[in-house]
T-cell receptor
Framework: GAVVSQHPSRVICKSGTSVKIECRSL??????MFWYRQFPKQSLMLMAT?????????EQGVEKDKFLINHASLTLSTLTVTSAHPEDSSFYIC??????????FGSGTRLTVV | LAKTTQPISMDSYEGQEVNITCSHN???????ITWYQQFPSQGPRFIIQ???TKVTNEVASLFIPADRKSSTLSLPRVSLSDTAVYYC???????FGDGTTLTVKP
């Protein structure tokens, strides 16, 4: 089946530093990938839609300069949290649609900013 | 974007059948309905998908009425390991609703 691999699974960084999260489609090509953020006991919130070869589309209220998205190939999208602060600590999840319907999700990245 | 609507929480006991209903009044004509299960600190996992009427797989059934404005996920004979958050999602809209937290008790 279609697999989306996300790395790292957890990361701890110091306030002010940047962190990169990778999302790979292992057995299919993904022209579009999606990035979500999830706070404890809350639903997934769509942050942005990553488009291969073009700029990402960000949801309202999401800072483009803080959450940099790069989708340089058909199998890899990256999310970089720049100048991270404790309030950026969250669970970040990526997904892609290997078929015309249905999403496949990565296993998520737990980011803790100290 | 219009979100789906589900009950916030449900409780059940081992061995019972659980039905979770989702309202999706603005579903597009060509959209499928997909249900996902999420455990803490994990990404959502696909359960089942359907377009209309009834779909059944090895873990669940999905009922979608003719007007397709709602769908019901049916979990037969739940176990403690089915305790999780369940989301319905219309693929045409990649936004999640609040999900249903199912707690299965012994």
């Amino acid at each position: 089946g279609a697999v989306v691999s996300q790395h790292p699974s957890r990361v701890i960084c110091k306030s002010g530093t940047s962190v990169k999260i990778e999302c790979r489609s292992l057995d299919f090509q993904a022209t579009t990938m999606f990035w979500y953020r999830q706070f404890p006991k809350q639903s997934l919130m769509l942050m942005a839609t990553s488009n291969e070869g073009s700029k990402a589309t960000y949801e309202q209220g999401v800072e483009k300069d803080k959450f940099l998205i790069n989708h340089a190939s058909l199998t890899l999208s990256t999310l970089t949290v720049t100048s991270a602060h404790p309030e950026d600590s969250s669970f970040y999840i990526c997904s892609a649609r290997p078929r015309a319907y249905g999403y496949t999700f990565g296993s998520g990245t737990r980011l803790t900013v100290v | 974007l219009a979100k789906t609507t589900q009950p916030i929480s449900m409780d059940s006991y081992e061995g019972q059948e659980v039905n979770i209903t989702c309202s999706h009044n603005n579903i597009a004509t060509n959209d499928y309905i997909t249900w996902y299960q999420q455990f803490p600190s994990q990404g959502p996992r696909f359960i089942i998908q359907g377009y209309k009427t009834k779909v059944t797989n090895e873990v669940a059934s999905l009922f979608i009425p003719a007007d397709r404005k709602s769908s019901t996920l049916s979990l037969p004979r739940v176990s403690l390991s089915d305790t999780a958050v369940y989301y319905c999602l219309s693929p045409g809209k990649s936004t999640f609703g609040d999900g249903t937290t199912l707690t299965v008790k012994p």
